[in-house]
């Protein structure tokens, strides 16, 4: 007989036998509700009917052995009856339901109980309302035959949804009327034996990163919710990603980032009333993922003559899944033969074996040369090993294409520059998977068909991710005509292969409308100031501003503008086609003439082939020319130094509470008026210029005024560098204890060349102290999660070693006088950072007599890092941070860059890098920063591409950046570039994310 329950759940309990099936009133057939009671193991499929077979009679005996089963009875030895054998299949099963208190069956005489007689209709609800303990309802009606004394049974069958109504009830049952009446009653039993409050029965490890747990009753499964814990450790389960059975009484969870390694650990159900929850909890054991079978899952023992032989195989784990383990684990022995062990994006191992030549360059011959292939698993040393024979160059004879990739969050492509993947698999002559390596000698023959045919759509065939499975990139390059599903047809060789996509003509615009400015239109004053236009459709939808500026809809706009000028040819006010201004108006300021009190015009006209044109105006006061008004302190120093540096930030607001990046020079009545910020350095003494020279203070570009320095004037554009941060500091002799450092900073006016006036000042100091007096509060930072460097596919060695990488998380110390100040430290003073669990992560400090820590993880978990760091006083504490390791390989979550940059074309020297202009700055789930010459250093991260998109299609292919390996970056513009004014949008697209720079260049 048939069961699929014994694993998860205890014979122990009465209704465990099928604790995970349900018996809900749903809308099944009665053929459905028999396989459900047989999948319990209440029905026997070869004993109680099949097929046809539902429509015989039931037996006595039959009924006795579903009674035991619906009941959860044991059978019971002997026999009771003279017509019923002791070694009568059935005898167990009838002893067990006539023994019972209330009596649930009986003999039709003394001692005879008539095994193989039939059961009618009205003894079926007898003895199953009997077995239910219900009472009978003797008073109720019953409208088809019955006889006296079985009216109550049945009307009471009825009522509960054990029997239909029926014209004869004194008729023998069928065991399609059995198997209905024992599906309802199953419902019922299984509401009287469940438990009022639900604990958790057992859990166990059921995958790498998946748990089982088993609850001994149903749940509100969008309420329960799990914790699973390690120790003192959580940890984070993908709580959208956890299955429930059908019943509603097994979840299977999943570990969200790191996998399921030894250890004892606690699963806790919780998101219920608390009494609602028996036992919470459930411990359980697990082990260290390991192999514990290898298989060949080649086609062929025959393989192709090529540079990349792909010679799959599985990895089995035990839970019989594939492992999670990477190629590095595993030694491949292929004699005379360079092979490697290779892992695509799916997590599907193969053996890459350059089968066209020998190391020794011995020659090959098809048909006769054979290559052993010895692979084992590194811990385990589970090993395989097969002979191969060297077949004749591949030869492409079938191919798959696997489902459309779109951009991401899209399932169609529908702006220009999307690009939707198709992952590719080839099988040579020998039925086996070709991989992208493995073209001999030379590329093979592709041909893309599109149809219908549109030159919107641009086909490409490569390994674009890496992953040795070649794909079709189908880009986008052209507005579509209309949205459809077009066809892709690919040819290789001799394979074809077809496939749909989804393309879009996106939305038409019906309506226009502006939005809020960048900012505000002042007097004398060029500024690139961007209005938003916002398009809707027919339906009232908004456009986004890849549709908005789609040709047809770009077309359609027209802009006109008075006392303002723009970035177009006669100073036209322009709508931005590419960058994060896409889609909005751009102004480069007020016009010539135009005065305060005055304002501009921007007018926006929509013209429709159907009539429904649109007009939007919007009016801009220009306001008075911005002079300087107050200086802002935006980021605070340490006030107090043992010796280390503290940075601070000043800038000047003008009166509408702007910063002001420069100090106009204009006329108030009739009189010329100029302004300067005046910079000050005080010594101890408090005299400017005097003092000692320990104490300093280092500007942005590095230059370093002691107290004996003059002070500093800036004027006009230099204030831009005034604004920049400062840093203060401590000379290298150091400095006596309470010496102090004030930075004062004062906004001065000058009438016609007079003598300066005050308009507002702001100051900054520091004091030295001496760091072996007094009291000092110490905070170590925490880390955050971090990649699992070891066997990383992403990481050179260099890169995953703990000596200054990118992937080193550091660890400082922080320190607060008794007053609260905050205290420059010299360094964090770190001399060891040690790990609990050295094969997770290790630490190292910077300085064996004292710097910042780094740690670093190596294999996915967690441990605690105990960190030594020495105190002002010049002792020693120790402080422990948890830290957390994950085998999720890092990808760019978040890019960000400059939304708008003005250069000079001198600047752009050769070699001037993007990232350097754009400020590009790009973060992966770990919260690394990837800035600088990091970006390309970790490539195989970022994986970043750059566009140019031009604004007058006079400089395009005049402004240019390198994709290229060797010079990815580099930023070149053409000498023949048209002296005067040109806009480009530089765009670094990185893992999915992409960031724009809107530039002004000025030749």
């Known amino acids: 007989m048939k069961k699929s329950l014994p694993v998860l759940v205890s014979t122990a309990m009465l209704t465990s036998m099928w604790a995970s099936i349900a018996f809900a009133a749903e809308p099944l057939t009665t053929a459905k509700k028999l396989e459900t009671l047989i999948e319990a193991g209440i029905f026997d499929k070869d004993g109680t009917g099949n097929g046809a077979e539902l429509d015989a009679n039931v037996s006595r005996e039959q009924l006795a052995k579903i009674l035991v089963k619906l009941k959860g009875l044991k059978e019971q030895s002997g026999t009771s009856f003279t017509d019923v054998a002791s070694d009568r299949w059935s005898a167990g099963f009838i002893q067990a339901v006539t023994q019972t208190s209330p009596l649930l069956m009986d003999g039709v005489a003394d001692s005879v109980f008539a095994p193989s007689g039939d059961v009618t209709l009205e003894q079926l609800a007898a003895v199953i309302v009997r077995g239910l303990g219900l009472q009978p309802n003797h008073s109720g009606t019953v409208g088809g035959n019955v006889s006296d004394w079985a009216k109550g049974y049945v009307a009471t069958a009825i009522a509960n949804g054990l029997l239909g109504e029926k014209a004869d009830f004194a008729k023998p049952a069928t065991r399609a009327e059995l198997a209905e009446a024992s599906y309802a009653a199953k419902g019922v039993l299984d509401g009287q034996n469940k438990p009022a409050a639900v604990s958790v029965q057992v859990a166990i490890v059921s995958g790498i990163k998946k748990v089982t747990v088993t609850l001994d009753r149903d749940v509100d499964t969008t309420k329960a919710s799990f914790t699973l814990t390690k120790g003192a450790l959580n940890i984070a389960l993908d709580s959208a990603a956890t299955i429930w059975s059908d019943d509603k009484k097994t979840a299977t969870l999943t570990v969200k980032d790191a996998k399921i390694n030894e250890g004892d650990y606690i699963v806790t159900l919780g998101g219920l009333n608390a009494g609602l929850i028996g036992k919470a909890s459930a411990s359980f054991r697990a082990e260290n993922e390991s192999v514990k079978k290898l298989e060949f899952s080649a086609a062929s023992d025959t393989v192709a003559k090529t540079r990349g032989a792909n010679i799959p195989f599985k990895a089995l784990n035990q839970y019989g899944e594939d492992t999670s383990f990477n190629p590095t684990d595993f030694t491949v022995t292929t004699p005379n033969f360079a092979s490697t062990v290779k892992k695509d994006a799916n997590g599907n191992f193969s053996i890459s074996i350059n089968t066209s030549t020998t190391l020794d360059g011995s020659p090959v011959f098809p048909n006769s040369t054979v290559i052993p292939i010895f692979l084992y698993e590194n811990a385990s040393r589970v090993a395989i090993e097969r002979n191969y024979t060297l077949g004749f160059e591949p030869i492409i004879q079938k191919m798959e294409l696997g489902a459309v990739k779109y951009p991401t969050d899209k399932r169609t492509l529908s702006v220009v520059g999307e690009a939707a993947t198709i992952p590719v698999t080839l099988y040579d002559q020998y039925g086996n998977a070709a991989g992208y390596d493995s073209r001999y000698p030379d590329n093979w023959l592709v041909n893309v068909l599109i149809a219908p045919y549109s030159d919107t759509c641009r086909w490409e065939y490569g390994d674009f991710n890496n992953d040795n499975v070649g794909e079709l990139k189908i880009s986008l390059i052209g507005r579509a005509v209309k949205t459809e599903d077009v066809a892709v047809r690919a040819q290789i060789e001799g394979a074809i292969a077809a496939t749909n996509l989804s393309i879009s003509s996106g939305k038409q615009v019906a309506k226009i409308q502006f939005g809020a400015p960048s900012d505000s239109l002042y007097e004398a004053e060029e500024k690139d100031i961007f209005v938003p236009l916002t398009g809707f459709d027919e339906s009232g939808n908004e456009l986004t501003p890849d549709e908005l500026v789609q040709d047809e809809n770009y077309r359609k706009i027209n802009i006109s503008a008075s006392s303002v000028k723009g970035p177009g040819k006669n100073g036209q006010v322009t709508l931005v086609k590419y960058g994060p201004y896409k889609g ?338 790009l973060v992966d789930q770990y919260g690394v920063i990837y800035s600088g010459a990091n970006i390309h250093d970790y490539y195989n991260i970022t994986g970043v591409i750059y566009t140019v998109e031009t604004a007058d299609p006079a400089d395009a292919g005049l402004i240019n950046v390198s994709n290229a390996d060797s010079r990815r970056g580099d930023l070149t513009i053409s000498d023949q570039l048209a002296p005067g004014v040109h806009y480009f949008a530089l765009t670094a697209a990185s893992g999915g994310k992409s960031a724009s720079t809107y530039v002004k260049l000025t030749k």
């Open 584 to 921: 909005q108006l751009h102004i480069a300021g007020a016009a010539e003439g135009a005065r305060a009190g005055m304002s501009a015009i921007l007018n926006a006209n929509l013209i429709s082939k159907t009539g429904n044109n649109s007009f939007t105006t919007l009016q801009l006061p220009i306001q008075q020319v911005r002079i300087p008004s107050k200086i802002s302190v935006v980021t605070l120093n340490a006030p107090k130094t043992v010796g280390g540096t503290a940075a601070f930030q000043m800038v000047v607001l003008d009166q509408y509470g702007k910063q002001l990046d420069k100090l106009p020079a204009v006329r108030e009545q009739g009189r010329s008026v100029t302004y300067d910020v005046y910079v000050e350095y005080k010594g101890a003494d408090g005299t400017s210029g005097q003092g000692d020279n320990d104490l300093k203070a280092t500007r942005y570009d590095g230059v370093v005024y002691t107290t004996k320095s003059l002070p500093t004037i800036y004027e006009g554009e230099d204030v831009r560098n005034f604004n920049k941060a400062i840093v203060f500091g401590v000379a290298a002799n150091g400095a006596g204890s309470g010496e102090k450092l004030d930075y004062i900073a004062t906004i001065r006016k000058r009438v016609e060349g007079g003598n300066p006036t005050v308009i507002a000042s702001s100051a900054r100091s520091i004091v030295y102290i001496n760091g072996s007096e007094g009291d000092f509060t110490y905070t170590v930072s925490k880390p955050t999660a971090m990649y699992a460097t070891r066997d990383s596919q992403v990481l050179t060695t260099a890169q995953a070693t703990i000596d200054g990488g990118m992937m080193d998380k550091p660890i400082t110390v922080s320190a607060k006088d008794s007053s609260g100040d905050s205290v420059a430290l010299v360094n964090s003073g770190i001399v060891s950072v040690t790990s609990s669990v050295y094969s997770v992560a290790q630490g190292k400090s910077s300085s064996p007599a004292g710097g910042t820590g780094y740690v670093i993880g190596y294999t996915p978990g967690k441990a605690t890092m105990a960190v030594a760091y020495r105190t002002l006083g010049g002792g020693t504490k120790v402080a422990q941070v948890d830290v957390e390791v994950k085998a999720e390989q890092p990808v760019i979550g978040k890019a960000t860059a400059s939304a708008f940059k003005s250069m000079r074309f001198a600047d752009i020297t050769p070699g001037y890098k993007a990232w350097q202009l754009m400020g590009l700055s």
